[in-house]
């Protein structure tokens, strides 16, 4: 049976737990201020990564690409006694509601937020990391892969988002995609919630 992709998007999102009034108003901010306003993980996905980092209970967490927050902050909640997530992007603006939302979330003392070029962040930054979620300039997929991959933790997780945008003429995501399956280094599976979230470990 085929389905619609913004009725299974709404299905998905009244099939779950409702956001926090924070994130849900934090939602409506991006959308009154942001020009891509659909970067934001929302409700459906944010839980998701919620339940992951809840399972997975990483000490420490890399986030490249931050936009208003929503993704960090669900990943925070979710986060051990401990636990960290340190969270890049190149955006004040964004960064800035990032952390107001991180505060009123009660979960700021979990995150470090810095405005950097992330590239050039991780080149000189030291692993492991138990965890690492990439939602960011989607032609430099690869190359934040490839720099974080070396400095994943043993049993550690790469999370790419938007990855079913290889399907859309995405020349970004579509090399990266590729990139990942012809790399005998890991294993990864690509997981078809809102536009894609794509798991990988080293085998």
Same mark, same amino acid.
């Given at each position: #049976?085929?389905?619609? &992709?913004?009725?299974?998007?709404?299905?998905?999102?009244?099939?779950?737990?409702?956001?926090?009034?924070? %994130?849900?108003?934090?939602?409506?901010?991006?959308?009154?201020?942001?020009?891509?306003?659909?970067?934001?993980?929302? $409700?459906? @996905?944010?839980?998701?990564?919620?339940?992951?980092?809840?399972? #997975? !209970?990483? #000490?420490?967490?890399?986030? /490249?690409?931050?936009?208003?927050?929503?993704?960090? /902050?669900? #990943?925070?909640?979710?986060?051990?006694?401990?636990?960290? /997530?340190?969270?890049?992007?190149?955006?004040?603006?964004?960064?800035?509601?990032?952390?107001?939302? $991180? @505060?009123?979330?009660?979960? $700021?003392?979990?995150?470090?937020?810095?405005?950097?070029?992330?590239?050039?962040?991780?080149? !000189? %930054?030291?692993?492991?990391?138990?965890?690492?979620?990439?939602?960011?300039?989607?032609?430099?997929? /690869?190359?934040?892969?490839? $720099?974080?991959?070396?400095?994943?933790?043993?049993?550690?997780? =790469?999370?790419?988002?938007?990855?079913?945008?290889?399907?859309?003429?995405?020349?970004? =995501?579509?090399? &990266?995609?590729?990139?990942?399956?012809?790399?005998?280094?890991?294993?990864?599976?690509?997981?078809?919630?809102?536009?894609?979230?794509?798991?990988?470990?080293?085998?």
């Amino acid at each position: #049976m085929a389905y619609d &992709f913004d009725e299974v998007q709404d299905y998905a999102e009244a099939n779950t737990t409702a956001p926090l009034d924070a %994130l849900r108003r934090l939602g409506e901010e991006t959308e009154a201020t942001q020009r891509a306003p659909q970067m934001s993980v929302g $409700a459906n @996905e944010g839980a998701f990564l919620r339940f992951v980092v809840s399972l #997975m !209970k990483p #000490m420490r967490v890399l986030e /490249i690409g931050v936009f208003t927050g929503w993704s960090g /902050i669900e #990943m925070a909640r979710g986060l051990p006694p401990g636990g960290k /997530i340190l969270a890049l992007d190149v955006e004040e603006e964004t960064t800035a509601i990032a952390r107001r939302y $991180a @505060e009123e979330c009660g979960v $700021a003392d979990r995150i470090e937020y810095r405005v950097c070029d992330a590239k050039a962040e991780l080149a !000189k %930054l030291d692993g492991p990391f138990d965890l690492v979620f990439i939602d960011a300039w989607k032609p430099d997929y /690869i190359e934040y892969y490839e $720099a974080v991959l070396p400095k994943l933790a043993d049993g550690g997780l =790469i999370l790419a988002d938007n990855t079913l945008g290889g399907l859309d003429g995405n020349e970004g =995501i579509a090399a &990266f995609n590729a990139h990942v399956m012809a790399d005998a280094r890991v294993e990864s599976v690509l997981v078809p919630i809102r536009d894609g979230v794509t798991f990988i470990r080293r085998r």
